[in-house]
């Protein structure tokens, strides 16, 4: 059975980059898109899908990871998706892709300016957390009346004595519109902030694309006196490569139930076994992010 | 002596052709408690309610002195605007603490919940701040990270307070603020309301139905009936010597 060129039919695909142009113009602010069936259901990454097939071209090398890993069902089964329908090349190494599509994680290495990472988003709207009227987060985006996103904040202080929030932790895109960074762990907000690539966000099931363009500030929401800080591992390392710089996961190393720790970014887990010098590249300190100064 | 708020012919027509407030002009001067008494359905709400920026008048105007923008015409400005003042100048206590908190929020979240509101970017400055109004308003301060439906209705009247002066507004609007609670606490809350108004100098408008409230605490008063004005004045003077009918029987109907 033959398809129109990656899937989506030609007008469909066009109102998609519509949107994303206006995404880019805007960047994070939600964008409604048509956000057309596709062969799988809502909620398994048809956001990201309906991006990337709007942006490939028969020249592109698309990588598609999830989790970080790139042999986990889902994230082969929408490389396969790819392959089949635009008959594009597809990769696993980072550095090679012109287009990587993700779900909860931003890749380990640098990505570079001819790069697109496209996010599956499963909720865009940031504000959600303290207010569940869309008319009234919308409001909230006008006006860019924020104050409540802090409340949870604090709250989150005052139980916990500092910010506990691991995923989903809210961005103020370019000082205009708080942003869902979609469920990638906080260690991965400071890569969003002043990046070389062009970050793009789909939530095919909430009908909303979004977009980071590249060199934008992105900060992660913080107090004076309570910085951002990503996760700390507590001097853990990798038990395959041994990085001490990277995302791990727990996993149950073997039937004794012994745990240990891998990097989540599995194409980057085996560079650093092939060169354990193999460099990260983000430009800057990815533990914080500079702030504004108090005015 | 310049007005904190002038109010001018300001009219009030619901979408259901009801009328809430019918021409209603009044001035409030800094320091001042205004109070604005007539029974359910004179129109008194909708005033309130008007001057608090959460219900467009049909006509009208109102001129207020802000500390920050200068003298600022309140029904021209934009929705932008008008929520800046509602978060900094201009603060209401409802009659009911379940309108104005958020109940699945501690008591101290939602006094916070002003100050950040107000671009407060600082926990610990936050903290200390907070922990001042609930002394300014006497709440236990070991309470502070409690849930406020653990309170008692004058302590959750009491967290509005300290909500409602969290970012030292210019402007304080009063509805019903006694309402529903038992008498004691009732004169307790007054007292305090009382305190604050010449410790800080705050303006505030204090609307109710209860009389005695009314001369407690405010030294002139509007009567309204009808959407209408009837009588405006000294406080004593009106209770003392009712001009109109309407006022007579208001003031003869008073508890002694």
């Known amino acids: 059975m033959r398809y129109t060129f990656a899937f989506l039919d030609e007008q469909s695909k066009r109102s998609v980059r519509r949107a994303l142009l206006k995404a880019v113009a805007i960047p994070g602010y939600q964008v409604p898109f048509v956000s057309r069936e596709l062969p799988i259901s809502y909620g398994w990454g048809t956001g990201g899908i309906q991006v990337t097939c709007a942006l490939l071209g028969p020249n592109d090398i698309v990588k598609v990871i999830d989790q970080g890993a790139d042999d986990s069902v889902n994230a082969l089964n929408i490389k396969r998706f790819f392959a089949r329908t635009a008959d594009v090349f597809t990769t ?86 708080l942003m869902s960074p979609s469920p990638i762990p906080r260690f991965d907000n400071p890569k969003l902030h002043m990046a070389e690539c062009l970050f793009l966000f789909g939530a095919g099931r909430e009908k909303r694309v979004y977009a980071i363009p590249p060199h934008t500030a992105v900060e992660s929401l913080a107090f004076d006196d309570y910085p951002f800080r990503a996760e700390s591992f507590h001097g853990r390392r990798c038990e395959r490569c041994g990085s001490t710089d990277t995302y791990l996961d727990e996993v149950i190393a073997d039937v004794s139930g012994r745990r240990s720790h891998q990097c ?13 010098a193999h460099p990260r590249g983000w430009g800057h300190d990815l533990t914080s992010v500079p702030r504004k100064e108090e005015t | 002596m310049t007005p904190v708020l002038s109010v001018r012919d300001l009219t009030v027509t619901y979408p259901s052709g009801v009328v809430g407030c019918v021409d209603v002009s009044f001035d409030i001067f800094p320091g001042e408690i205004l109070g604005v008494v007539g029974e359910s359905g004179s129109g008194k709400t909708s005033v309130l309610n008007a001057i608090a920026l959460t219900l467009p008048p049909t006509r009208g105007s109102a001129r207020f002195a802000s500390p920050r923008l200068g003298t600022q015409a309140l029904f021209a400005l934009n ?15 409802h009659q009911n603490p379940h309108r104005a908190l958020n109940f699945d929020l501690s008591a101290g979240a939602n006094v916070a919940e002003a100050l950040l509101a107000a671009d407060w970017r600082h926990y610990g400055r936050i903290r200390a701040r907070v922990a001042e109004l609930f002394e300014r308003v006497e709440l236990d301060l070991t309470r502070m990270d409690d849930l406020p439906g653990r309170f008692s209705g004058g302590m959750q009247q009491r967290v509005q307070l300290a909500r409602a002066l969290a970012n030292s507004p210019a402007l304080l609007l009063l509805d019903e603020p006694t309402g529903g609670l038992d008498v004691s606490i009732q004169a307790r809350l007054l007292d305090l309301i009382r305190e604050l108004s010449r410790g800080l100098g705050t303006a505030m408008l204090l609307v109710s139905h209860d009389l005695e409230v009314v001369r407690l605490l405010a030294r002139r008063t509007v009567v309204m009936q009808q959407g209408r004005v009837v009588e405006a004045g000294v406080t004593d003077q009106i209770l003392e010597d009712p001009q109109e009918p309407y006022t007579q029987l208001l003031v003869h109907s008073m508890l002694t």
């Open chain 1, 92 to 177: 696993t190494l980072t550095r090679e892709a012109t287009i990587i599509q993700t779900r909860h994680r931003i890749p380990e290495e640098c990505l570079t300016a001819s790069q697109i990472l496209v996010l599956q988003v499963p909720y865009p709207e940031p504000l959600r957390l303290v207010e569940p009227r869309e008319t009234e987060t919308n409001r909230m985006h006008a006006e860019g009346d924020y104050g409540r996103m802090y409340v949870a904040l604090y709250e989150d202080i005052v139980r916990h004595g500092e910010i506990t929030l691991p995923w989903q932790y809210p961005t103020l895109v370019n000082g205009r519109y």
């Open chain 1, 264 to 276: 989540s970014d599995t194409a980057f887990c085996l560079q650093r076994q092939a060169n354990p």
């Open chain 2, 79 to 93: 929705a932008q605007q008008q929520r800046w003042l509602r978060q900094r100048e201009i603060a209401l206590v």
